[in-house]
């Protein structure tokens, strides 16, 4: 155990290197920079905005739009001008986003119910998503208007009913149900909800398999390329625990770069996706369809996360034995990135279970899909898919683990390379 | 002075190339025994066998009464290998090196600091081992390794090109250093191209070509043996 110990540390020291350090330290600073700057765009978005309003009205009925705009947060700002024209070229000079050009006679057409035309001007400065708030949400104020409008003609012409029942005469309650739990509410707003609840795992575990899977590949490249190897096979010491300390030094380092680098990433994201404690009413039907991880929920999930750790790890240290220097290492990780990324995107668009069977044995061979079907199965109550998911990567790991305890007691960790159709022999 | 080191019939492939054809030579106790060669003679896979580093595809080695394919973990107790294009990990200090490699064989950790003080003696970089190993020059890692090989007193150093790569100044102090540790009672099993090396240092010689022993001895009685005025001479008389 000293001996290992004594491994362990050193890998330890020689991975987390100040370049390391300073690195991702750099880039959570960077995420977090981004996501401060976002979360100012957003609340500048959300604070009041200014329109340009060019009234040629002046209509009871066009100040009642403008008091309704003033109450949607909107800062109005009359434009005078001499046609709507002028307004408009007026307002290209300046700094607003939107102009409304309200027309003559638009008080007399509505009350006579004859559509007049609101021209709605946007001017687009940028492609930020938050800065096409504005003309979406005068769009929804002028269909509001339209409501409101419209309601009060047919409460006049058709007395005996209300609009809401001619206006849409087939109604519906939406229901959600999930195995022996249901619930009413909206299921993309469920879906969406949980989706964003959810969206950090795949992501994380990514982030993990692949810094660990780097980690161990350049930890035994490096062996190589700095001629310790040798040396190091020579000593006192198991050479399973030599392959344990690398990867389990690499599974530590490569959690701990994943997580500094979640916790940036966090932050960059919480910029666009804002609060979620926003949505009580979506989040009362998450908590009534069980949509929620318990503790028991999130041992089996951290189960499977482990185990498809210890799998990446276990294929990596293989991976690594072909390299024979750092830049060699470097592309050794692409069978692993394809292996996280098969998985990733088909768990996000796609659904294993309606798949054909060769192309479902297919992902369900491969141990990283596991843990990325894992949060459906277990919000799905699928829990023998969990464990089988489980019970797989586990015995995948064990032959990976033999393969590699294999390959670093004989000669095949020295010559084994990744040379098609020749070996390298040293004499 | 007792054998140390047996190696019988000792021969190892590459696939369809035969590197080592059935080599044996024994080493005794504070012994140099060297191994020389051109390239590709099989000196390398003769040492990287005994180091444990190659299976043998046939034959026996043995270490102080212990078979290296029943025991290989005795073997790597008791031996201390140095190859010749080593390396040390370049993040680490000198001296953090050397306890690193100490407390692989230290029992306690007084033990691992007397091997880290004779490594230091050894290597005789001062003030230097508190620097990264990667601002080191050639010479001086090659002198920390030394440090390193010798430090822990094995049974048997196995040292393959030791002086490579350095100097006139620094091969020789490596040279007096291997001598001294040799008369200090451990054996050596060295590999090199320099003759001349080969002669300072080594009891006795073993020439080798295309994976076979052609002929071994002391260096003085290869000599005698072959009417040659020195060892370049003697290895390419054997070779006719």
Known sequence: MKKFRNLFFKEVKELLSKQLIVSLLLMMGMFYFIGQMTRKEAARAAAAQKISVFDLDKSALSAQLLTGLQTMNFKIEAVTA????????????????????????????????????????????????IGARTSAIVKGFLEAINKVLSDDFLKARVPETTPEAIKSPIKSRDFIIIKSRMAEGSASAVTGFVTSQTVFIPVILMMIILYSSQMVISAIAME???????????????????VAAKMLASGFV??????????????????????????????????????????????????????????????????????????????????????????YFVSMF???????????????????????????????????????????????FGVMVYVAGRIFSTDKVLTMKLRWGKKKIVL | MGVILKVEGLKKSYGAVEAVKGISFSVDEGEIFALIGPNGAGKTTTLRIVATLL??????????????????????????????????????????????????????????AGFVKRAEDIAGLGERLGSKVGTYSKGMVRKLLLGRALMTRPSLAILDEPTSGLDVINSLEVREIIKRFAKEGISVLLSSHNMLEIEFLSDRVALIDKGRILDSGTAQGLKDKYQAPNLENVFRSALR
Not at chain 1, 382 to 388: E, I, K, L, M, Q
Not at chain 2, 66 to 94: C, M, Q, T, V, W
Not at chain 2, 101 to 111: H, L, S
């Open chain 1, 82 to 129: 001499a046609t709507a024209q002028a307004a408009v070229e007026a307002g290209r000079a300046g700094d607003t986003n939107l102009l409304v050009v309200i027309p003559e006679g638009f008080g007399e057409s509505v009350r006579r119910m004859e559509p007049k035309v609101v021209e709605t001007y946007s001017y687009l400065r940028n492609f930020s998503i």
């Open chain 1, 224 to 242: 190589k390329q700095n001629k310790t190897l040798e040396t190091l096979l020579t000593v006192p010491i198991p050479r399973t625990s030599i």
């Open chain 1, 254 to 343: 490569g959690l701990l770069s994943a997580v500094i680098y979640m916790v940036g990433f966090r932050s960059y994201m919480s910029g666009f996706t804002g609060d979620m404690a926003q949505m009580p009413g979506v989040s009362q039907v998450v908590q009534k369809l069980g949509l929620t991880l318990n503790a028991n929920a999130l041992v089996i999930l951290g189960a499977s996360l482990f185990f498809a750790i210890l799998c990446a790890l276990a294929m990596a240290t293989i991976l690594g034995v072909l390299a024979e220097d750092f830049r060699s290492a470097q592309s050794l990780v692409m069978p692993m990135l394809i292996l996280i990324m098969i998985p």
């Open chain 1, 350 to 396: 796609a659904d294993v279970k309606t798949m054909s069977l060769p192309v479902k044995l297919f992902i369900l061979a491969i141990p990283f899909s596991h843990p990325f079907l894992a949060m459906q199965n277990i919000y799905l109550e699928n829990y023998r898919a969990v464990a089988f998911g489980v019970l797989y990567m586990a015995a995948f």
């Open chain 2, 55 to 112: 299976t043998a595809t046939a034959g026996t080695v043995t270490l102080m009464g212990h078979d290296l394919r029943k025991s290989p973990d005795k073997f790597r107790e008791n031996i201390s290998y140095l190859p010749e294009e080593a390396g040390a990990y370049r993040n680490l200090k000198g001296r953090d090196y050397l306890k690193f490699m100490a407390n692989f064989y230290a029992e306690k950790p007084d033990e691992a």
